[in-house]
C-alpha cells in the first residue's frame, strides 16, 4: 500500500511529480502537503486511521524550467509509443528498443530511428529494416511533442482515473 503513486501538484495546483505513499504522508504529516483527492482509501495504526492520498498540493510554489528539447531515453521512447509494439501493435510492459535500420548499417540513435517492440517482433525484424523483414511500423517515429507534463509516464493516467482533472486536455 504505501508503494502506490501519488501525484504531488504546485502551489498553483500545476502536476509537479510522482511520488510514492510513504513520502507523500511524511509530507502531510510535517504540514509541507495538503491532501485532495483520497484514492486508496485508509491505513489504520493502533491509535487512529490515516487517509492515504492520491493527490496531494504543496503550500508553496516549485519554479520548474520548461525544456523543449526532450532527452532521449528507454523510458522516453515507451512512453512516446504508448507502451505499445511498433510492429503489431500489442499493448505490454515487455518491450525492447529497436532500431529502424540497424546501428551496425548506419542507423543513428535518435527519435526518428528507435521505437518501442516487443521481444518476438524484434527477433523476427532482427538485424533487418523494416522492409527487408516484411514488417511495418504503426507510426513513424518522431520527436515527441513539446509538453509540459510529459515527465507523467501515460500509464499512471489509466491506472488513476482521479488525476485526469489536474492535466490539461
Not at 533487418?128 to 493516467?157: G, V, W
Request: glycine share 4%.
Amino acid at each position: 500500500m504505501l508503494d502506490h503513486s501519488v501525484l504531488v501538484l504546485n502551489q498553483n495546483y500545476e502536476p509537479l511529480n510522482i511520488c510514492h505513499v510513504r513520502r507523500a504522508l511524511t509530507l502531510l504529516y510535517q504540514s509541507r502537503a495538503e491532501m485532495l483527492e483520497n484514492g486508496y482509501g485508509y491505513l489504520h495504526t493502533a491509535s487512529r486511521e490515516v487517509p492515504i492520498p492520491s493527490v496531494i498540493r504543496l503550500p508553496y510554489l516549485v519554479k520548474r524550467p520548461f525544456h523543449n528539447v526532450r532527452k532521449i531515453s528507454r523510458a522516453e521512447i515507451y512512453n512516446r509509443d504508448q507502451f505499445t509494439c511498433q510492429y503489431c501493435g500489442k499493448q505490454t510492459r515487455q518491450l525492447t528498443l529497436d532500431h529502424v535500420i540497424p546501428r551496425y548499417r548506419g542507423g543513428q540513435h535518435t527519435w526518428e530511428n528507435v521505437v518501442s517492440a516487443c521481444a518476438p517482433c524484434n527477433r523476427r525484424k532482427a538485424g533487418r529494416t523494416p522492409e527487408e523483414a516484411n514488417m511495418k511500423l504503426h507510426k513513424t517515429p518522431a520527436p515527441p511533442h513539446a509538453n509540459r507534463y510529459s515527465y507523467i509516464p501515460t500509464h499512471y493516467m489509466k491506472l488513476r482515473r482521479e488525476w485526469e482533472r489536474y492535466f490539461p486536455h
